[in-house]
């Protein structure tokens, strides 16, 4: 699995491979769509409780007014087996990481609300190299404790990778990917083909069940693609590829179709489109500079305008860059037209993946996911570059979307002390998640009574090195306490013999 890391979220741009996993039949398990993995978390489980380093994250950029909150990703490739939901500083220090079980990947990971409070969401699963997900969506507090899951209640059937949005209703938006038989002749492809079918669905989070359901084939003629449909009848056409779905300031819903660069506004009561921007079908004329394709990560910012991340290439052909594009309507003229666009400087072009975020201070922030290596970068309102960063582990690394945002993790597990070599003078202060620890104070002594502070140390991500004092390095017993910004302690570690931190660190 890991071998298809890289394309896990592509957009299925050749419209020819072919989609071989088969569905889950069991849809009444809390875990059915990680049927076959032992790993799937339910509600009462903490999501990550251990110490791993996760993927490193390269800050090239870093100036002035950039906004508060620190930084969402999903970092993976195609090389690396570790992966998984991270929380870091803009210095990309790691704050909180969830290392993923083999073969499995995360996406959309982000603070929501649900039922008042702040929550982390995820995606979690397995993927295909065609940018198809078999997964469950999880809901976390600040504990990091598991207090809700979400998937299709379809029997057979799974949620896919690409969107994981609440609602205030206490519901979840997400997309279900269905392969069905179709007959493909009038699009070029076979008569006894098959299609996958983009169904949205709205789910009650405390119940399951199922508010609504959108399926993209019963509302989109397959000949409105951009891609050639198969005239292999094994090979299902993936002939819109929802990649995104958002709510409108009226409420009713925004529908990327990434295959028909398409953004479609559907009727959230009767599932009826609206309007169709873009494609073989706009019911806008495109001004100057507002037409899109193959994009991402639609959403709604008001005034009949919507922000896209524009990919603009299906396969990142050079010369084809990417950019976010702000777009605003005039619903009774029929026109649309470029309001704002945002590109990179060193030109990003993107074939998939990707995604922007309107920041409370009006700055940007941008996923430019797989563009080699994946990048995250955040604009000020007049286009300045004021943070940038990228993903070294290997060229294909890449996070689906990223986000900055506030967050305050309060973790039940004790901080953990670790030695690598206390007597040449190291010990690592370990605490995953807590998000207030401003400095470490180390404690040594002979005894468990004895001890007192020896060392205080910055915090430095969630595995901090700490200097033991070259008196100190015969101390029997090592503690460590992690201190605010106030300098209150917030949580302190057992009580560790020596011996048993080297034990435990090697």
């Known amino acids: 699995m890991a071998a298809t890391a890289v394309l896990a979220f592509a957009s299925n ?31 009462g489980d903490f999501a990550a409780t251990g110490v791993a380093e ?3 994250t390269d800050v090239r950029v870093r100036r002035p007014g950039r906004a508060e909150g620190d930084i969402f990703v999903t970092p993976q490739s195609m090389t690396s087996e570790v992966r998984g939901p991270q929380i870091m500083d803009d210095e990309g220090r790691p704050i909180w990481f969830r290392e993923l079980p083999t073969n499995s990947f995360a996406t959309d990971f982000r603070v929501q609300e649900y039922q008042g409070e702040k929550v982390l969401t995820w995606w979690e699963g397995e993927a295909t190299n065609t940018g198809k997900g078999t997964g469950i969506g999880y809901i976390a507090n600040e504990n990091y404790e598991i207090i809700a899951t979400v998937q299709t209640p379809d029997t057979g059937q799974v949620m896919d990778l690409h969107e994981f949005l609440l609602t205030p209703e206490g519901t979840a938006l997400v997309i279900s990917y269905q392969q069905k038989p179709y007959d493909l002749s009038g699009a070029g492809g076979a008569k006894d083909g098959r299609v996958v079918d983009s169904v949205v669905q709205e789910i009650d989070i405390a119940t399951g069940r199922k508010l609504l359901d959108w399926s993209a084939l019963e509302h989109v003629p397959v000949t409105q ?26 409420g009713n819903l925004l529908i990327s179709g990434n295959a028909a660069s ?6 959230r009561d009767t599932g009826e489109i609206i309007w169709r921007l873009g494609g073989r079908n706009s019911d806008f004329r495109l001004g100057v500079g507002a037409r899109f394709s193959w994009q991402h990560d639609v959403r709604a910012v008001g005034d009949n305008t919507y922000r896209i991340f524009d990919n603009s290439t299906p396969n990142g052909l050079p010369g084809y860059e ?18 704002h666009q945002l590109t990179h400087p060193d030109m990003m072009s993107t074939a998939r993946e990707g995604g922007s975020q309107s920041l409370d201070n009006g700055n940007t922030f941008v996923s430019w996911a797989a563009s080699a290596p994946g990048r995250i970068s955040e604009f000020s309102r007049d286009g300045r570059l004021l943070f940038d960063a990228t993903f070294p582990a290997s060229p294909d690394s890449s996070s689906y979307r990223a ?20 007597a040449a003078g190291t010990v690592h202060a370990n605490w995953n998640g807590a998000s207030e620890v401003a400095r470490w104070r180390l404690l040594a002594g002979a005894s468990d009574g004895a001890l007192k502070p020896v060392a205080t140390t910055a915090w430095d991500g969630f ?3 700490i200097t033991l004092p070259a008196g100190d390095r015969d101390a029997d017993r090592l503690q460590v306490q992690a201190l605010d910004a106030r300098g209150k302690v917030i949580g302190t570690s057992s009580v560790t013999p020596v011996d048993a931190a080297a034990s435990a660190a090697s």
């Open 54 to 56: 996760p993927p490193a």
């Open 403 to 422: 986000y900055r945002l506030d967050w305050e993790g309060k973790p039940l597990t004790k901080p953990r002390l670790l030695a690598e070599d206390a």
């Open 225 to 250: 693609s951009d891609l050639r449909a198969p005239r292999d009848a094994a090979t299902p056409y993936d002939f819109l590829h929802v990649n995104s779905v958002g709510v409108d300031t009226d």
């Open 262 to 267: 398409t953004v479609f506004k559907v009727d």
């Open 322 to 339: 990417s950019r976010v594009a702000w777009i605003k309507i005039d619903p009774k003229r029929g026109t649309a037209r470029l309001v």
């Open 463 to 465: 595995d901090t090195p």
């Open 13 to 43: 741009a050749s419209g020819t491979a072919p989609d071989t996993r088969a569905a889950p039949t069991d849809a009444t398990s809390p875990a059915h769509a990680l049927a076959s993995s032992a790993a799937a978390l339910r509600p």
